[in-house]
C-alpha cells in the first residue's frame, strides 16, 4: 500500500485565519464545558457497582423463614413471670386461651392454627371419660410481613394419672388446601392443684404489688420449710402489663382458673368489648373485683363496670389519723414476738396525710363493719366487687402488719384464719371456724366461682354418703333403649358405637387424699338392694356450714370448682332424664285411623275410576304397588317415626341468669340418635361457646385396641364442632356450654312495703314458676303458671308447707314433680324434677335470697345441628337469682402469724426483680417462739437418736444473761420508735450498712406499741 507523503497533512486542516480560530475553539472546550460528563460517567458506574454489590450481600443472607411463630402465651399473661419461669400454669378439666403470634415473611398467607393438648406421641389427648379426641382450629389471614395476634382455644382433660404434672401444648400452622407447616410445640404447662387459682392484677403500676407474693393469704408455708410439699399455695399472682392492651381472655369460660381481679388506676378502655363482656359474665357468676382508690373510680366513672360499682367518688380528701381509728381498734391484731419491727397498726402522721376519697354508697350497696366506712362493696348476681377509700399500694399500708388478715377477711372475705406452732416451733395455719373440716385446701374457700350445671353437688340418696360421686349405672336398670337401639350407660356409644355388657361391680372414683373431697361410698353391687334413685326430701337443712362459699356446691377432683364437670348433680340428673325421655313418640289412633283411610280412598276406588275414564281399567293393577310405596312414604314423612332414615333429637338445658342481667350460662344435653351412620357438624352463634361429647361413666376409659374419634373445634364467625359421629340404630350425647345472650333480662320490683313482682324482658315464656324465698330462716314461696316474655306478673309470697322446696301447685305439673303419674300423652315428655330438686333443696337458699325456677318448651336459638332431625324436642329448665341478699359480717383472723415467725417487711417496689426461682416457694426465716402464752420450747432434734431433745438449742435458759442491746435502737429518734418501719431500713433492707445479722439473739424489751408516728412517704 503506497504510503502517502506527510507533506501533504496539512491540507486536510485548515490554515490561515480561520485555522487558528478553529484550533482556539477547540482548546477551550474544556474551560466552557467542564468534565462533568466524565464525572457523570465515573459516578453512575460507582452506583451500579454499589447496587451490584448490595444484590451480592442479598443473596449471601441467609432467606427468611416463611413463618415465625414463637410459642404461645397462656392469658392472663405476665410477660415478667413468664420470662423468668419458661413454663405455665393450667388447671385440668378448664378451657384456656392462649394468644399466639404469628408472622408471614414471604408472602400472603390464608389458613388456620391448630391446637391440642397431645400425649408423648404427639396425638391430641382423650376428652374424660369418652372414646373421642378433640383439637381446636383457629383462621389465621396473615398479610405479609405484619405480625398478628391470634387468640386460640384448649381444652384440657383430667389426666388419668394423678401423679402427671405436666401438659404438652401445641400449635400447627395449616395452609387453607389443608397442607401443613412445620409445628410449632408450645411450652409445657404445669397444673395447679384444685385449690389453686390466679389473682390477677391490673394496675397502672404493676410493680407497686409485688409485695403481694409475700403474704399469707397467697401462700403459706407450714411445717419444715425445706420442704416444698408443705407449701399451700391458694393464688398465683399474675401482673400483666397494661398500657396497650390487656392480656385476658376474651370469654368467660376461659376465666374459670381466675379467682380475682384487682383494679388500680387503669384506663378501662384498654379492653376490648368482647373482654368486657367477659368480666362482666365473669362477676356476674362468682368473680371478685378489688377496686383500689381513690383514682380507680372516678376513671371508672362512665364505663362498662360503672352500673355495677359500689359506691360514686364524690370529692377528694385527706385521709387522717382518726379516720383509721375503727380500723386499728378491730383489724389491728397485737403480736406478742417482740422481734417484729413493723407496725400492727396503721400510723399516718398529721403533716403527711394519706390521699383518699370520699365515698357515697349506692343501693344494695354496703359498708363493711369496722372500716370507718372506706371500704364498701356490693354484690353483683354471684360476685362481688369492693372498693377502697385509700390506696393499696400507700407504703403505710403494704408495710401494716395486720394487712394480710385485712386482704384476707375484709377485701377477699374468705373464713378467719388461726396460727400457731408445730411441736418443733414451725408455724402452722387452719380456718377458725370449726365447721369447716376440710382445711385450707378446699377450692370453695379460695373461689367464689359457681356455676350450677358444674359445681351444684347431688341430692342425697339411699346407701350412699352424702356428696359421692354416683356411678351413673342404675344396677336396677343397667342400659337405656333408645330409638332403635340400646344405650349403655356403663360405655359412651362413641367413635365406633362400642356396646359392652354392665359390669358386675360398679367400682366407685378413687378416694382422693386430698380432704377437699368427700370419702366415697363402698363399691355397690349389680343387683343389691341399695338402689340409687333420689330419696324424698327430708329436712331442708343441708349438713354444711350455712355459707355462701359452699351452698350446696362441691368440688370435683382435680379441676376445683368452675372446671367442667359431666359428673355434677345437675349432669348426672340431666342423663336421668334423657333416660326416661327416650323412646319414639307412637302416632295416636285417631291419625292411623285418618292415614289408613285416605290410603284406602286413593288405592281401590280413586285409581279404578281414574282408569276407567281413560278406558285402561287393567292399567289399575299396576298403578296399585305404585301407590302403596308413595303412601308408605308420605306416612312416614308425617308420622315422623324412627323406621329407615330417621334421626331424633332430645334435648335438655339449664339456663341459669342472674336478676337484672341479660346474658346467662345455658347448658345444653343433646341426646342424637340415628337409624344410619351419620356425622354431625353443631354450630354456634355465641364466640363464647364450647362443646364436647358427654361423658356416660365415670369409669371408662379407652382401650388400647380402639382408636378414638377424632373431633375438630373451629373457633371462626361461628364456634363448630365438627365429625361428631353417630353409629348406626345408636344414640350419642353431646354437652355444650355458652353465655347467652337473651335481649333481656328477668328483674325483681317492688320492696315489703309495696310487694313484689317479676318483669319477664326476655324473648322465652317460662313456666310453672316457682319463686322461693329465705325470709329470716324461714322458706315463703310464690307461684305463677306462666310468665310470658314481655309482662310483669305480681308475686304473692305463702309460707312453704312442711317438708317442701317449692310451690304446692308443681306436684300438678309432670315437668316439674316426679310424683304426677305417667300418662299415654306423656310419653317421651322430658322430666325435670331432679334437676329442680337440685336448685330448690340442694342449692340452699341463704338470707335475703330469692330465687325463680321454671321451665320452657321453646327451642332457644344459637345452636345450629346438621344433618337436621326431623323429629326434636327441647326442654329448658330456668333459675334466675332475682336477688342477693347481703353477705354476713367479716370476721378478723384469731391471731397473726407475726406471732410465731420472724417475717420482715420489704419495699418490693424498689426491686421489681422476680425470685431467682419462683417455683421455689418464698418461705419465711425460722421462727422464733413467742413470749406469748401460745409459744412453747422448739426441741432440736438429737442426730444420733432421732428424737427431740428436752430443751432446744435455740431458745435461751432461763437464767441466760440479757442479750446486749444493738447499736441503733437502744437510742432511738422519739419520731421513729423501733417497731415502726423506717424507709431507710425498707429500701436497704432490715439491716444496716456495717452491721451483721445476729442469728437466736433472744428478744430485747422493746414498746409494744410506737410511741411516736413514724415519718413515712405516700405513693
Not at 352463634?685 to 361429647?693: H, R
Not at 430443751?951 to 440479757?962: F, I, L, N, V
Not at 431507710?984 to 433492707?989: K, L, R, S
Request: glycine share 6%.
Amino acid at each position: 500500500m503506497p504510503v502517502r507523503n506527510p507533506r501533504s497533512w496539512p491540507s486536510l486542516f485548515p490554515t490561515g485565519f480561520w485555522g487558528m480560530v478553529m484550533l482556539a475553539t477547540l482548546l477551550s472546550l474544556p474551560v466552557f464545558v467542564g468534565c462533568s460528563g466524565c464525572t457523570q460517567t465515573t459516578a453512575k458506574t460507582e452506583d451500579e457497582l454499589a447496587e451490584e454489590e448490595k444484590k451480592k450481600k442479598k443473596k449471601a443472607e441467609k432467606p427468611k423463614p416463611n413463618f415465625e411463630m414463637p410459642p404461645a402465651q397462656l392469658l392472663p399473661y405476665d410477660e415478667a413471670i413468664a420470662a423468668q419461669r419458661k413454663v405455665m400454669f393450667v388447671k385440668p378439666g378448664h378451657w384456656i386461651a392462649t394468644r399466639q403470634l404469628v408472622k408471614a415473611n414471604n408472602f400472603d398467607f390464608a389458613g388456620e392454627i391448630e391446637t391440642a393438648a397431645v400425649d408423648r406421641n404427639r396425638n391430641p389427648l382423650d376428652v374424660d371419660h369418652t372414646n373421642y379426641s378433640v383439637s381446636m382450629r383457629t383462621p389465621a389471614v396473615l398479610a405479609k410481613g405484619r405480625a398478628k395476634q391470634v387468640e386460640t382455644l384448649y381444652y384440657l382433660p383430667r389426666p388419668e394419672n394423678s401423679l402427671s404434672a405436666t401438659y404438652n401444648l401445641t400449635s400447627e400452622l395449616h395452609a387453607a388446601r389443608g397442607s401443613s407447616q412445620p409445628e410449632i410445640s408450645g411450652p409445657l404447662a404445669s397444673t395447679m392443684k384444685e385449690y389453686e387459682y390466679y389473682f390477677v392484677v391490673l394496675a397502672a403500676n404493676p410493680n407497686s404489688y409485688l409485695y403481694l407474693d409475700k403474704l399469707n393469704t397467697i401462700e403459706i408455708t407450714q411445717g419444715d420449710t425445706l420442704d416444698t410439699e408443705s407449701v399451700t399455695r391458694h393464688y398465683r399472682v399474675l401482673r400483666p402489663k397494661t398500657d396497650r392492651s390487656v392480656p385476658l381472655p376474651s370469654s368467660a369460660l376461659t376465666w374459670t382458673s381466675i379467682a380475682y381481679v384487682l383494679w388500680d388506676d387503669i384506663d378501662p378502655a384498654v379492653l376490648t368489648t368482647e373482654q368486657q363482656k367477659a368480666m362482666l359474665d365473669w362477676i356476674h357468676f362468682g368473680g371478685q373485683l378489688i377496686v383500689s382508690g381513690p383514682g380507680s373510680l372516678e376513671k371508672l366513672k362512665g364505663s362498662f363496670l360503672d352500673p355495677y360499682l359500689p359506691a360514686d367518688a364524690t370529692q377528694s380528701r385527706r385521709l387522717e389519723q382518726s379516720n383509721f381509728d375503727e380500723i386499728n381498734a378491730v383489724w389491728s391484731l397485737p403480736t406478742t414476738n417482740k422481734n417484729v419491727k413493723q407496725s400492727p397498726r396503721i400510723t399516718i402522721l398529721e403533716e403527711k396525710p394519706l390521699l383518699g376519697v370520699e365515698l357515697r354508697k349506692r343501693p344494695d350497696a354496703d359498708y363493711l363493719a369496722s372500716t370507718g366506712e372506706m371500704v364498701i362493696e356490693r354484690r353483683v348476681g354471684g360476685g362481688r366487687i369492693v372498693a377502697t377509700a385509700f390506696t393499696l399500694t400507700d407504703l403505710r399500708i403494704r408495710a401494716w402488719l395486720n394487712f394480710d388478715g385485712f386482704l384476707n377477711c375484709c377485701l377477699m372475705r374468705r373464713p378467719p384464719r388461726k396460727f400457731s406452732q408445730d411441736e418443733y416451733a414451725m408455724l402452722t395455719a387452719n380456718w377458725s371456724v370449726e365447721s369447716l373440716p376440710l382445711g385450707l385446701t378446699d377450692p370453695r374457700l379460695v373461689s367464689t366461682i359457681r356455676y350450677f350445671s358444674r359445681d351444684i353437688g347431688h341430692l342425697r340418696e339411699a346407701g350412699r354418703p352424702d356428696d359421692t360421686i354416683p356411678s351413673p349405672l342404675s344396677p336396677n336398670n343397667p342400659s337405656v333403649q333408645l330409638p332403635g337401639g340400646t344405650l349403655p350407660l356403663n360405655l359412651p356409644m362413641a367413635g365406633g358405637g362400642m356396646t359392652g355388657a354392665a359390669p358386675t361391680t360398679i367400682t366407685p372414683p378413687p378416694n382422693f387424699s386430698n380432704p377437699a373431697f368427700p370419702p366415697v361410698a363402698p363399691p355397690v353391687t349389680a343387683g343389691a338392694a341399695a338402689s340409687p334413685e333420689l330419696s324424698p326430701p327430708t329436712t331442708r337443712t343441708l349438713q354444711e356450714v350455712d355459707d355462701w362459699h359452699f351452698a350446696g356446691y362441691r368440688a370435683a377432683p382435680q379441676s376445683g370448682v368452675g372446671g367442667w364437670n359431666d359428673f355434677s348433680g345437675a349432669a348426672d340428673a340431666a342423663r336421668s332424664a334423657l333416660r326416661d325421655a327416650a323412646g319414639i313418640k307412637i302416632p295416636q289412633a285417631s291419625f292411623v285411623l285418618r292415614v289408613l283411610a285416605v290410603y284406602l280412598l286413593l288405592l281401590v276406588p280413586v285409581n279404578w275410576f281414574v282408569f276407567w275414564i281413560i278406558g285402561r281399567v287393567e292399567w289399575a293393577w299396576a298403578a296399585a304397588p305404585v301407590i302403596a310405596i308413595i303412601g308408605a312414604l308420605v306416612v312416614i314423612r308425617m308420622a315422623q317415626l324412627d323406621i329407615g332414615f330417621a334421626r331424633n333429637r332430645t334435648e335438655i338445658a339449664i339456663l341459669e341468669l342472674q336478676g337484672r342481667y341479660e346474658r346467662g350460662h345455658l347448658s345444653r344435653y343433646t341426646a342424637l340418635y340415628s337409624s344410619l351412620s351419620d356425622t354431625y357438624e353443631i354450630a354456634f352463634d355465641e364466640n363464647s361457646a364450647v362443646a364436647l361429647p358427654f361423658a356416660i361413666d365415670v369409669n371408662y376409659r379407652r382401650r388400647a385396641t380402639v382408636l378414638p374419634t377424632r373431633l375438630h373445634f373451629y373457633s371462626d364467625k361461628q364456634q363448630r364442632l365438627t365429625d361428631f359421629s353417630v353409629q348406626s340404630n345408636s344414640t350419642d350425647v353431646l354437652h355444650s356450654e355458652s353465655m347467652h345472650s337473651l335481649q333481656g333480662a328477668i328483674t325483681l320490683l317492688g320492696d315489703e312495703a309495696k310487694g313484689f313482682s317479676v318483669r319477664n324482658e326476655t324473648e322465652l315464656t317460662i313456666r310453672d314458676c316457682g319463686i322461693v324465698r329465705n325470709v329470716a330462716g324461714k322458706l315463703k314461696v310464690a307461684y305463677l303458671s306462666e310468665l310470658p316474655s314481655g309482662t310483669t306478673r305480681q308475686l304473692k309470697f305463702v309460707d312453704a308447707k312442711e317438708g317442701a322446696t317449692g310451690p304446692a301447685e308443681w306436684k300438678d305439673s309432670y315437668v316439674m314433680s316426679g310424683e304426677t303419674a305417667d300418662r299415654e300423652t306423656d310419653k317421651g315428655t322430658v322430666r325435670l324434677y331432679r334437676l329442680v330438686r337440685l336448685a330448690t333443696e340442694r342449692m340452699a337458699i341463704l338470707p335475703g335470697d330469692m330465687r325463680l325456677v321454671g321451665w320452657t318448651d321453646e327451642a332457644i336459638g344459637g345452636c345450629t345441628i346438621r344433618p337436621t332431625a326431623p323429629q326434636s324436642s327441647s326442654t329448658t329448665l330456668v333459675i334466675t337469682h332475682l336477688k342477693r341478699g347481703s353477705l354476713p359480717p367479716a370476721q378478723t383472723d384469731v391471731n397473726i402469724a407475726a406471732d410465731y415467725t420472724t417475717f420482715q417487711f420489704e419495699d418490693d417496689e424498689n426491686n421489681p426483680q422476680p425470685t431467682a426461682d419462683p417455683e421455689i416457694p418464698n418461705t419465711q426465716p425460722p421462727a422464733i417462739p413467742s413470749n406469748g402464752p401460745p409459744s412453747t420450747e422448739a426441741p432440736a432434734i438429737n442426730t444420733e437418736t432421732k428424737t427431740p431433745d428436752v430443751k432446744s438449742p435455740a431458745t435461751p435458759s432461763a437464767d441466760a444473761p440479757p442479750a446486749p442491746e444493738k447499736s441503733g435502737e437502744a437510742k432511738s429518734a422519739p419520731d421513729q420508735p423501733k417497731d415502726q418501719p423506717d424507709e431507710q431500713d425498707q429500701e436497704n433492707g432490715e439491716k444496716k450498712e456495717g452491721e451483721k445479722p445476729e442469728e437466736n439473739t433472744p428478744p430485747t424489751e422493746s414498746p409494744s406499741e410506737p410511741t411516736a408516728p413514724a415519718p413515712s412517704s405516700t405513693d
